[in-house]
């Protein structure tokens, strides 16, 4: 069974940064997208950061965060990380994994709490 476990987040004054980390345990066969979402209290969730797999690699950020966060793969396979800097508070939700197949299976994360103090 596959499980996708989430690290990283915590409490940060405004202008930190911080570092997520995504695990994935378990098989994955044929990853075409890895990327990170949030969900801030009363909102969607939302893309922050995803990469996608096909002839080429592509990325893609919310326009809220492009120029301060940085989503990576890991040298070990089914790893993923989203480097956050110059945080917001309005960066403050619970921030998911995700990694989608393209044999249309989709995994989520549990979620990890991200707070930013002004």
């Known amino acids: 069974q596959v499980q996708l476990v989430e690290s990283g987040g915590g409490l940060v004054q405004a202008g930190g940064s911080l570092r997520l980390s995504c695990a994935a345990s378990?098989?994955?066969?044929?990853?075409?997208?890895m990327g990170w979402y949030r969900q801030a209290p009363g909102k969607q969730r939302e893309l922050v950061a995803r990469?996608?797999?096909?002839?080429?690699?592509?990325?893609a950020y919310a326009d809220s965060v492009k120029g301060r966060f940085t989503i990576s793969r890991g040298n070990a396979k089914n790893t993923v990380y989203l480097q956050m800097n110059s945080l917001k508070p309005e960066d403050t939700a619970v921030y998911y994994c995700?990694?989608?197949?393209?044999?249309?299976?989709?995994?989520w994360g549990q979620g990890t709490q991200v707070t930013v103090s002004s």
């Open positions: 995700n990694i989608g197949t393209s044999l249309g299976l989709d995994y």
């Open positions: 378990g098989s994955i066969f044929s990853i075409y997208a």
């Open positions: 990469i996608t797999s096909g002839g080429s690699t592509n990325y």
